[in-house]
């Protein structure tokens, strides 16, 4: 391995973290920012804050080995640090843009506190430009930037860090370039060195793909209802095709997330502030909307009647499983729309302890089921596909099982007596 760095983390969100611990287990020592004091006191007893398999193992076994530390001020680990990185949030601005409101006061605070020829590297998703707007904050020569964008999903963080199918690193320093990539040279990947424009770009240009893949996909598996198709078969034939492949090919309530909602508006953002049309985008944007919406229609349809009185449990309500997120989770939208509706909404989710807001979750699935006129399955947990369904029928009043992720065995559900509906299926039996 190279010459381990002294690396300073600011920001131990799900990114921040993820980066120290990870950088921690292959030999770096590294110090994590917070602000936040009870998260600090956590991590350092060992306490995640994440919902994210293996990190409290990393985190304890950096700790163990006096490589990873946790302040809630950067300045004496900014002092002694080779290498800066920036997890810090980049919020959408209400135009769309990006608010670097973060990035620019943690810059300015440490910019004199750095030490000559350390290296400031950003693995927030931030704008083309950012690059350079760093070097402009810092005004000092003696400082590299560098864009190291992070490909982490939630829920797979860990792996996705130490298992990467590429690492992108954005500088116009040929000497920090090999900096940053020391960092990885114990981890067997690509490492691709580009100019910082491209590796700014790239993290939303991947994103935005994924976001549209996601909308026409949601697109299809309509199209497959109003024609008396399968989706699941359509969708098994579609993965076959290499070209293809059966990634983002689920149907869902729509995407969302803490990272592609963000990210789409920022690219369409950008594209018009340097007048390039991207009508492909803006058309990913207007139909996540409308599957959005089109869930709270669908289950209106299927009841055959308004929604106002109606009884309705949610399962799931982070914006995928695995993970204990709600940012902008197509199920929390779903459920808030069932309220404004009138509906009386009870949820359970996995990863959901605590009370929301105008919310009522239940600590069980038969607690959230029972009395319920419909069921609608918005997040694809493991665990819901075990659910005992036989004494699901008998804790319902209804007998409608709406399943907008297709993850359900829909033979086992509709075996215990109630009725299955999925996104894009037949409603004509197939033929026996």
């Known amino acids: 391995m190279e010459l381990a760095e ?8 799900y990114v921040g973290l993820t980066t120290g611990a990870c950088l921690a287990s292959l030999g770096h020592t590294v110090t994590c ?5 009870p998260t600090v006191a956590a991590l350092r007893a060992g306490r995640s804050h994440l919902a994210e398999p293996g990190i409290e193992t990393l985190l304890r076994e950096g700790l163990d080995a006096n490589r990873l530390q946790f ?17 810090l949030p980049t919020p959408s601005a209400l135009d769309g843009s990006v608010d670097l409101t973060a990035i620019r006061d943690t810059v300015m605070r440490i910019r004199d506190l750095l030490p000559a020829g350390a290296v400031v590297a950003t693995k927030s998703t931030t704008p083309v430009g950012t690059t350079a707007t760093i070097g402009s904050w810092l005004q000092r020569d003696d400082i590299a930037v560098v864009a190291n964008p992070e ?8 792996y996705d860090f130490l298992h990467p199918t590429r690492i992108v690193i954005g500088t116009d320093d040929n000497a920090a370039a090999k900096r940053v990539a020391g960092l990885y040279d114990a981890i067997r990947t690509e490492v691709i060195i580009t100019d910082p424009a491209t590796a700014e770009l790239v993290k ?16 299809i598996a309509e199209l497959c209802e109003a024609f008396d198709a399968d989706h699941r078969d359509l969708a098994y034939i579609l993965a076959a095709d290499p070209r ?11 995407w969302g997330g803490p990272c592609l909602p963000k990210d789409v508006r920022a690219l369409a953002r950008q594209a018009q502030d340097v007048d390039v049309p991207f009508p492909i985008l803006d058309a990913t944007i207007s139909s996540n909307q409308h599957h959005l919406d089109r869930t709270i229609q669908r289950l209106q349809e299927e009841l055959g009647r308004e929604l106002a009185g109606t009884r309705v449990a949610l399962l799931g309500l982070t914006f995928k499983a695995d ?10 939208h779903v459920a808030l729309a069932l309220i404004e509706h009138g509906a009386h909404v009870t949820a359970h989710d996995p990863a959901i302890t605590d009370t929301i807001p105008t919310l009522s979750v239940a600590p069980t699935v ?3 089921v029972a009395n319920a006129d419909a069921l609608v399955l918005l997040t694809e947990w493991a665990a819901y596909r075990w659910v005992n369904w036989t004494t699901v029928a008998t804790l319902m009043t209804g007998e409608l099982v709406f399943d907008t992720r297709n993850a359900l065995d829909p033979a086992v559900v509709a075996d215990a007596g109630l009725r299955y509906v999925g996104v894009g299926s037949r409603r004509t039996p197939m033929p026996t």
């Open 244 to 254: 293809i492949g059966g990634d983002y090919l689920k149907p869902g309530p729509g």
């Open 6 to 13: 002294r690396i300073t983390v600011i920001g131990s969100g």
């Open 204 to 219: 939303y240009a991947a994103n935005c793909y994924l976001a549209t893949r996601l909308s026409y996909n949601n697109s």
């Open 151 to 158: 490909f982490l999903r939630e829920g797979h963080a860990v």
């Open 33 to 37: 920012i917070d602000l936040d004091e």
């Open 366 to 368: 038969h607690a959230a």
């Open 323 to 332: 993970t204990d997120d709600v940012r902008n989770s197509p199920a929390m």
């Open 71 to 87: 302040d809630t001020a950067p300045d004496q680990a900014v002092t002694e640090a080779t290498l800066i990185m920036l997890c």
